[in-house]
């Protein structure tokens, strides 16, 4: 998932879409496709929109690579770009291409339940945040909270439930025409009691996920003199 605009971390992004941004020297696009090829993962698909023109180099680095464009990105939320993946879904690892992977054992394939890599926090958050019982999510919550599993963008689609998500995309995109949400909506919030879903846990340390250009600064110096976007 590749195809937004950024726009927290500009002005970085003004000129190159988020994925392909340089962080230490290394573009945060290739931990992710790197993490996969340890994996032995070698059907990748990347879905563009925002400056595509700037990942056709991706498939000279990676012969394995193939890019979907979004025609939506600018009108509609990332539920656009899993729709026009959604041929693709089904035992399938979905996740976004603008995060830093350091652990590439988060991505192993192999999973029993559908479902999010997840970090258990004690502390409070404003992210999407997961109750888990007995190894199932039974609910999430948006707006976050405490003592819960905190949601990474980094999710598992057996066969028979990425059928299931391929066919709730299309009912919310073209029947409903639900196009402002997260894909991830269809779901956890959409349709939950048409999935069991699990979690993957991880570490705090295997990964980061970079929001806004302040986080991006505190983790690469050298982006110290840009100041906010005039």
Request: include cysteine; proline fraction near 3%; charged fraction near 30%.
């Amino acid at each position: 998932m590749a195809a937004g605009f950024g726009n927290r971390m500009r002005p970085v992004t003004s000129f190159t879409p988020k994925p392909m941004v340089k962080v230490n020297g290394v573009r945060m696009i290739d931990t992710v496709i790197d993490g996969l090829h340890k994996n032995n993962i070698n059907e990748i698909y990347v879905v563009v929109g925002y400056l595509k023109e700037q990942f056709e180099n991706l498939k000279n680095k990676y012969a394995d690579v193939k890019l979907i464009d979004n025609p939506y990105y600018d009108t509609c939320n990332n539920i656009s770009s899993l729709y026009v993946a959604r041929d693709h879904i089904e035992d399938s690892i979905i996740l976004d291409g603008d995060q830093i992977i350091y652990n590439p054992d988060i991505l192993n394939p192999e999973f029993e339940l559908s479902g999010y890599n997840s970090i258990w926090t004690d502390e409070e958050t404003d992210e999407w945040l997961q109750t888990v019982e007995d190894g199932i999510v039974t609910s999430c919550s948006r707006t976050g909270g405490k003592k819960g599993w905190r949601l990474y963008s980094i999710s598992r689609w057996c066969a028979e439930d990425g059928k299931k998500l391929k066919k709730f995309l299309e009912i919310e995109f073209e029947q409903k025409k639900n196009r402002q949400i997260y894909w991830d909506d269809v779901a956890m919030f959409c349709y939950p009691q048409e999935f069991k879903l699990g979690i993957r846990p991880m570490k705090a340390s295997d990964i980061i996920e970079i929001d806004n250009i302040s986080e991006l600064i505190k983790l690469d110096s050298s982006y110290q003199n840009y100041g906010e976007e005039k």
